[in-house]
């Protein structure tokens, strides 16, 4: 990903999502509920209210909303501080207005939860913290100064201490838990949105290096028979023309320019020279193209390829998915990126199974991570100290959760683990004591010759312009 589209994900804030036209709904539905609300108390239950200071706390809400329709447009998006203002002053007006109608003996105080929630869903941590303290605060408040209910006789209407203490202590455990769970799960909802749309965007980038090699290697194909002519035709001009040096060098300048873009176009149909149509390649070549950009990065690369138990002497062909190479191509990326000096890269076989292994000597995952791999922006492989040894290494955690996401949709396996744990079963071989990544599929998912989709051989099909 580009350094530009890394910024946008850091930049992107949730509240800029939400429309100012939804909150002023939103108010609009919580100021006819407070309307109905006070007049059902006083005209069914005779509740002695102060009905002027009480309209006056739902008259702000309707001021502000008039203000807001007015002033802005219906499609405005809030700012992170926008929309701060807006759920905190709804959490102030309903608090005024709790504390005209008996604080926490009034049932309705549970409503304070309402923008504490709204904050958590849509707005940052701090921003969270604040209005989920000043409701602690305005909750702790109201038990003590309100405003009392009282009858048309007089009466005070109130509840046992014991269930105030009660409702307070409800309230607040409520805005604590369901602060900290709906800010916890909206995140991971952005989080993984973000990851999936960085995901879609490398399987599109690679989609298109795909698509752009196959038309290459078609025009190298298609190309190929006509500059074999002028190069042919050339030839016989320079021949005939042995008695005109200027004609004789103008013909082998044609000859030479034809080679050229023989070579040309030979060079940039490099990885579909043995696959015209890039549909299908042996197991091999497409590890070896996956691991080339990384071959070379001061790390040795091994390769081992062979059949397993009942496999067959002749390595399969796979269907060449880019999901595929550009999943192991982060696979391997990592691998290389964390080694001390060796990357092994082992290739399988059988009857029922293709699998691929790709080890290496560093540190491994930290144990405390190995339950989270392939969790989109997780940015630590290591412990602190060791990106102190490479500070060169800065990602957004989502290489593995894109190599994850890319292969599982392939219909791949993927276990992790640990060369330095005694109890992991993916290797048994001493020396490979770093991180392991095996990647399994049923043969039938990914051979292209005998599984469910088989690609059909044969020539190309005609290039036409």
Not at 143 to 161: M, Q, V, Y
Not at 345 to 353: I, L
């Amino acid at each position: 990903m580009t350094d530009s589209n890394t910024n946008l994900w850091h930049r992107q804030e949730r509240s800029g999502w939400i429309r100012l036209r939804t909150l002023i709904l939103l108010r609009w539905v919580a100021i006819i509920g407070q309307i109905t609300a006070i007049t059902v108390a006083q005209r069914m239950y005779n509740v002695q209210l102060d009905l002027g200071l009480c309209y006056l706390a739902v008259g702000i809400s309707v001021v502000g909303n008039l203000i807001a329709i007015f002033i802005f447009p219906e499609n405005k998006r809030l700012s992170e501080f926008e929309n701060f203002l807006m759920v905190l002053f709804d959490l102030l007006q309903l608090a005024f207005l709790l504390y005209l109608t008996g604080g926490l003996h009034n049932p309705f105080a549970l409503l304070l939860l309402g923008p504490v929630t709204i904050s958590a869903n849509v707005m940052g941590l701090r921003s969270t913290l604040i209005v989920g303290g000043t409701a602690i605060i305005l909750v702790t408040l109201l038990a003590e100064f309100h405003l009392p209910l009282r009858t048309e006789l007089g009466f005070i209407l109130r509840i046992p201490d014991i269930f105030v203490f009660g409702n307070w202590a409800a309230i607040t455990i409520a805005i604590v838990f369901l602060g900290a769970y709906s800010h916890r799960i909206s995140s991971e909802v952005q989080s993984m949105s973000e990851a999936l749309s960085a995901t879609h965007m490398a399987l599109a980038r690679e989609q298109k290096l795909t698509d752009l090699g196959g038309v290459v290697a078609a025009a190298a194909h298609e190309l190929g028979t006509p500059l074999a002519t002028i190069k042919l035709a050339s030839s016989e001009l320079i021949e005939e023309l042995d008695d005109r040096a200027d004609l004789r060098e103008d013909a082998a300048l044609i000859r030479e320019q034809a080679d050229r873009c023989r070579d040309i176009l030979r060079d940039m149909g490099r990885a579909g020279k043995d696959d015209l149509h890039l549909r299908q390649a042996p197991l091999t070549t497409v590890i070896h193209e996956s691991a080339e950009p990384h071959v070379n990065r001061g790390k040795q690369v091994h390769f081992d390829e062979g059949p397993g138990e009942g496999g067959d002497l002749q390595q399969p062909s796979i269907l060449r998915k880019p999901e595929v190479i550009h999943g192991l191509r982060n696979l391997i990326q990592n691998a290389v990126d964390f080694a001390r000096s060796n990357v092994w890269v082992e290739a399988e076989w059988t009857t029922d199974q293709i699998t691929i292994g790709i080890m290496d000597d560093g540190r491994g995952y930290p144990p405390q991570m190995i339950g989270r791999i392939g969790d989109p922006f997780v940015r630590r492989r290591r412990a602190e100290s060791h990106l102190k040894t490479r500070p060169e290494y800065e990602g957004m955690g989502l290489g593995l959760f894109i190599a994850k996401t890319l292969l599982e949709r392939s219909g791949a396996e993927l276990s992790f683990a640990n060369g330095s744990d005694p109890y992991q079963s993916l290797t048994d071989k001493p020396e490979r004591r770093g991180a392991i990544v095996k990647v399994v599929w049923p043969r039938n998912l990914i051979d292209a010759q005998t599984g469910d989709n088989p690609v059909p051989t044969g020539l190309n099909e005609q290039f036409q312009v």
